[in-house]
């Protein structure tokens, strides 16, 4: 059975970061991200499932709180048995480096990991 690929993007509802969900959706990847924006972040989900098809999981939460990022990492992995591709925000400055290494952890977990981490601004 053909499976999806998985592409996790953290700060995704806007900007670059929607682009990349979009792109990577039209590329049939099912796609998770985290954004502090709900309403951008609905609209991103709805847009992406409307056209592309398939599962988005759309998280609500700030990247600057440690249990919104846990939070975000264990439904990530209770959804998916790994993922492929992991984007960070390069512009998130509050404890960004700490931020970044806590998710890529946290998400590593659990998961079998073909892609590395990326940045994004």
């Known amino acids: 059975m053909f499976q999806r690929k998985i592409c996790v993007i953290v700060g995704g509802a806007k900007g670059k970061g929607r682009r990349l969900a979009e792109e990577y959706a039209g590329q049939k990847y099912r796609i998770a991200f985290m954004d502090i924006d709900k309403k951008s972040g609905d609209s991103l989900k709805e847009k992406i499932e ?3 098809g398939g599962r988005v999981f759309f998280f609500n939460g ?10 975000f990492a264990g439904a990530v992995n209770a959804q998916y048995k790994k993922i492929d591709c992991l984007y960070y925000r390069s512009d998130i400055k509050d404890k ?3 931020n970044e290494k806590e998710i890529e952890e946290l998400l590593r977990g659990n998961l079998r990991r073909k892609g590395i981490l990326k940045d994004f601004a």
């Open 50 to 52: 409307g056209e592309y």
């Open 62 to 71: 700030n990247v600057n709180s440690e249990e919104d990022r846990e939070l």
């Open 96 to 98: 960004r480096e700490e």
